[in-house]
T-cell receptor
């Protein structure tokens, strides 16, 4: 069964460094999403992406964040200058259409020191 | 802003009992989804219910949606220890998903 994959599973970085989190959505899906979950807290929507542009973004998704679909398979989330409070699990999801269920990846745990 | 709110925050039951979790939301939605998350793992989709549907079943899961009250419930029947997890409702409004804080369900063997 096709699945969303994410790499790396765990990323440790120093405050102020840039990180790129990678996701490979399900191949025939057209809608892509990033979410984050700070330890012990709820899952929060960051951004949705369709047709090579951002569809929606939350107030969390400020100028330090960017997303890109550099080729036909990868979907990346870049955090330009990480802060301690960026430490969280980051989940990627994809969907075939905008009203279908979203399939989530296993997440990347980002630890900012 | 936060959309879905689950109730209760935590629920502890014995194996074999039914578990009911509720979700309330504030604005109009296209659909509402329930997810499960085992500790430290990714989210697993359980059920999607559209705004024009009132009830859906999937195995031991039953979801209801009352758009007039802006609420949904997830019922797990004949619970098992393996159902122990956090359960989240998520509201979908114009391609913008909002999750609640979740209900932590513990099923004791």
């Amino acid at each position: 069964e096709p699945e969303v994959t994410q790499t790396p599973s765990h990323q440790v970085t120093q405050m102020g460094q840039e990180v790129i989190l990678r996701c490979v959505p399900i191949s025939n899906h057209l809608y892509f999403y990033w979410y984050r979950q700070i330890l012990g807290q709820k899952v929060e929507f960051l951004v949705s992406f369709y047709n090579n542009e951002i569809s929606e973004k939350s107030e969390i998704f400020d100028d330090q964040f960017s997303v890109e679909r550099p080729d036909g398979s990868n979907f990346t989330l870049k955090i330009r200058s990480t802060k301690l409070e960026d430490s969280a699990m980051y989940f990627c999801a994809s969907a075939r259409t905008d009203y279908n269920e979203q399939f989530f990846g296993p997440g990347t745990r980002l630890t900012v020191l | 802003s936060q959309q879905g709110e689950e109730d209760p925050q935590a629920l502890s039951i014995q194996e074999g009992e039914n578990a009911t979790m509720n979700c309330s939301y504030k604005t109009s939605i296209n659909n509402l989804q329930w997810y499960r998350q085992n500790s430290g793992r990714g989210l697993v989709h359980l059920i999607l219910i559209r705004s024009n549907e009132r009830e859906k079943h999937s195995g031991r899961l039953r979801v209801t949606l009352d758009t007039s009250k802006k609420s949904s419930s997830l019922l797990i029947t004949a619970s098992r220890a393996a159902d122990t997890a956090s359960y989240f409702c998520a509201t979908d409004t114009n391609n913008d998903m909002r999750f609640g804080a979740g209900t932590r369900l513990t099923v004791k063997p």
